[in-house]
């Protein structure tokens, strides 16, 4: 199956500087990921995803890139907010495997 | 958007009894649902994959005879942790997709489960 590594394992940004969480996979295969944000006991919910066929995708503060050669992709969040305070977890699907491999999760922590 | 709904949100029972906990698709029909456990500040751990109409695919070190998965219609998907004991204690999240595999996993709102 698909083996999914997720970095830094926290991070503590100030309000308003950018945030960058990296994530490789080790099956060439996966063509499908996706970014969930975690808050403390609740639901992952889904924040951005990309598919292999594109580079690059971008939702008003969020941006996810995909480097299919090196295997891996990043998220990106710019002008960090209080609220983004989150764990956040990267996954990825191989072809027409409906199970997703997640990563170990990213706790970001947003200073005021 | 698509809906998971999961239920109870929170459950604590005694060594030895049984627990039911229930995930429902509201707004779609799921052929596939998944169950996950997550432990404090860790990951998400894929338990099984319950499919509707059939049996459960359980991964690797997951006891298919102490967490009873069934899938009876396209809405409905319950796990049962059987005999529970403390060490069962967890966050227990199901989820389920719309559309294919490449479409997004939408989670239920998790249950934490206490076993005293």
């Known amino acids: 199956g698909e083996n999914v590594e997720q970095h830094p394992s926290t991070l503590s940004v100030q309000e308003g500087d950018s945030a960058v969480i990296k994530c490789t996979y080790s099956?060439?295969?996966?063509?499908?990921f996706p970014w969930y944000k975690q808050e403390l006991g609740k639901r992952p919910q889904l924040i951005i995803d990309i598919r292999s066929n594109v580079g690059e995708k971008k939702d008003q503060r969020i941006a996810v890139t995909l480097n299919k050669t090196a295997k891996h992709f990043s998220l990106h969040i710019t002008e960090t907010q209080p609220e983004d305070s989150a764990v956040y977890f990267c996954?990825?699907?191989?072809?027409?495997?409906?199970?997703?491999?997640f990563g170990a999760g990213t706790t970001v922590t947003v200073r005021a | 958007g698509a809906v998971v709904s999961q239920h109870p949100s929170r459950v604590i029972c005694k060594s030895g009894t049984s627990v039911k906990i229930e995930c429902r698709s509201l707004?779609?029909?799921?052929?596939?649902m998944f169950w996950y456990r997550q432990f404090p500040k860790k990951s998400l751990m894929l338990m099984a994959t319950s499919n509707e109409g059939s049996k459960a695919t359980y991964e690797q070190g997951v006891e298919k005879d102490k967490f009873l998965i069934n899938h009876a219609s396209l809405t409905l998907s319950t796990l049962t942790v059987t005999s529970a004991h403390p060490e069962d204690s967890s966050f227990y999240i199901c989820?389920?997709?719309?559309?294919?595999?490449?479409?997004?996993?939408?989670f239920g709102n998790g249950t934490r489960l206490t076993v005293t």
């Open positions: 996954a990825a699907t191989l072809p027409n495997d409906y199970k997703l491999s």
């Open positions: 707004d779609f029909q799921a052929t596939t």
């Open positions: 989820s389920a997709r719309q559309g294919p595999y490449n479409s997004p996993l939408h």
């Open positions: 099956d060439s295969a996966s063509n499908y």
